[in-house]
């Protein structure tokens, strides 16, 4: 069963740096793209961008482009998504999830990380 | 304000059919990006719903499809059934955002 799994939420101030992952299984990860994806609270789906393991070709959605890092190390088939320097209006769920090409769909979903900033 | 647009709610009784719109531009659908659809129930992930502007996955019900035609997307669903109730996106790519991702602001759907 191809799954992927997110790991947990976290609660940080602003200014602290963060750095939560997605974990690939029952697939080759280096041959799928991975994309991060973000939802505020109450709001809809942003896409923010996406990494082929296989390579580290990156791409990022503009609003997003030196906002945060996404990497990934297919030894361990864990993608990451991480900020240098949180803002309260980082508060979201981040979820992760696959695509077979750069274009296409995403399928499956990770469960969603919930990140809280506040002071 | 999202690059798709889709209408905010639709609501339907049960067993009617409905139909969620998505409306994009020549830099995105209308550029011949595949739309894509996903179904977000409260306060779960996102499940895809249909990839492919038409397609279905395996274990989707056939009362969903979707449909494509110029700048704009359509899902319908017939036979609605209380289960329905939830969040539907659409979902395509725009070359004028360096070939990135976009999502449409999301449709809650109601069922009476």
């Known amino acids: 069963e191809v799954q992927l799994v997110q790991s947990g939420a976290e609660v940080k101030k602003p200014g602290e740096s963060l750095k939560i992952s997605c974990q690939g299984s029952g697939y080759s990860f280096t041959n799928y793209w991975i994309g991060w994806v973000r939802q505020m609270p109450g709001k809809g789906l942003e896409w923010m961008g996406i990494i082929y393991p296989g390579d580290s070709d990156t791409r990022y959605s503009p609003s997003f482009q030196g906002q945060v890092t996404i990497s990934a190390d297919k030894s361990i088939s864990t993608a990451y998504l991480q900020w240098g320097s949180l803002k309260a209006s980082d508060t979201a769920m981040y979820y992760c999830?696959?695509?077979?090409?750069?274009?296409?769909?995403?399928?499956?979903w990770g469960q969603g990380t919930l990140v809280t900033v506040s002071s | 304000q999202s690059v798709l647009t889709q209408p905010p709610s639709v609501s339907g009784a049960p067993g009617q059919r409905v139909t969620i719109s998505c409306t994009g531009s020549s830099s995105n659908i209308g550029a011949g990006y595949d739309v894509h659809w996903y179904q977000q129930l409260p306060g779960t992930a996102p499940k895809l719903l249909i990839y492919?502007?038409?397609n279905r996955p395996s274990g989707v019900p056939d009362r969903f499809s979707g449909s494509k035609s110029g700048t704009s997307a359509s899902l319908a669903i017939t036979g609605l059934q209380a289960e329905d109730e939830a969040d539907y996106y659409c979902q395509s790519y725009d070359s004028s955002l360096s070939g990135s991702g976009v999502f449409g602001g999301g449709t809650k759907l109601t069922v009476l």
């Open positions: 999830a696959r695509q077979t090409s750069s274009i296409n769909w995403f399928d499956p």
């Open positions: 492919g502007n038409n």
